[in-house]
């Protein structure tokens, strides 16, 4: 059984900072990862997705990375704002004949002005 | 390019009733997905559908079921509510499985 972990659950900085989310889950059997991003009481929008076969994806000011063989992923945000505070959660879909997706429980982000 | 959208936004129900929830998926997308997401946890698939057929589900009871029109929007029955049913409910879509997820902003349900 897929599970997926994200530790600490909570994590304050101050802006401008760059910081590391990471993400571990426990079958290397996926077929993609994702982050998501959700403000409080909203639906998610997905930040980045990397394929089993890539190592990472960038888009502005986010890198996600991928190793596969050790079960870890990382969002890296550069020069972290205050809009950035949200609570990011890493999702894998599994091999198979559907895009079940396995979420962590997220980390919420605090970025202090 | 109109994105996911669900209604109600909110709903409070009474333990024991019948809830439906709705989901319009993206324009182009033939896959929907459901998931329940309760306060400070993460979201947990409930089930897909393809193409108007069930392509999946998660560990829910039969209570829970649902239901893809030909127009690929979706609904989502839950019978004899209890209170932990009380949750966010999302709905993502999709062209075809294992492709990228677009969420709706949910159904906040409350089960008093």
């Known amino acids: 059984k897929q599970e997926v972990t994200q530790i600490p659950a909570a994590l304050s900085v101050p802006e401008g900072e760059n910081l590391v989310l990471n993400c571990s889950f426990t079958d290397s059997a996926i077929y993609n990862l994702q982050w998501f991003r959700q403000d409080p009481g909203k639906g998610l929008t997905s930040l980045l997705l990397?394929?089993?076969?890539?190592r990472e994806q960038t888009s502005g000011r986010l890198n996600a990375s991928l190793d596969k063989s050790s079960g870890r992923s990382t969002l890296y945000i550069a020069a972290s704002q205050p809009g950035d505070s949200a609570t990011y959660l890493c999702a894998v879909s599994s091999t198979g004949a559907n895009s079940k997706l396995t979420f962590g429980k997220g980390i919420t982000l605090s970025v202090r002005p | 390019e109109t994105g996911v959208t669900q209604s109600p936004t909110h709903l409070i129900k009474t333990r024991g009733q019948q809830v439906t929830l709705r989901c319009s998926s993206q324009s182009g997308h033939n896959t929907v997905s459901w998931y329940q997401q309760a306060l400070g946890q993460g979201p947990q698939f409930i089930f897909q559908y393809y193409r108007e057929e069930e392509n999946g589900r998660g560990n829910f009871p039969p209570r829970f079921s649902g239901l893809q029109f030909p127009n690929y929007s979706s609904e989502l029955n839950v019978n004899a509510l209890e209170l932990d049913d009380s949750a966010l409910y999302l709905c993502?879509?999709?062209?075809?499985?294992?492709?990228?997820?677009?969420f709706g902003s949910g159904t906040q349900l409350s089960v008093l």
């Open positions: 993502a879509s999709s062209f075809g499985f294992n492709e990228k997820l677009f």
């Open positions: 990397i394929q089993s076969s890539q």
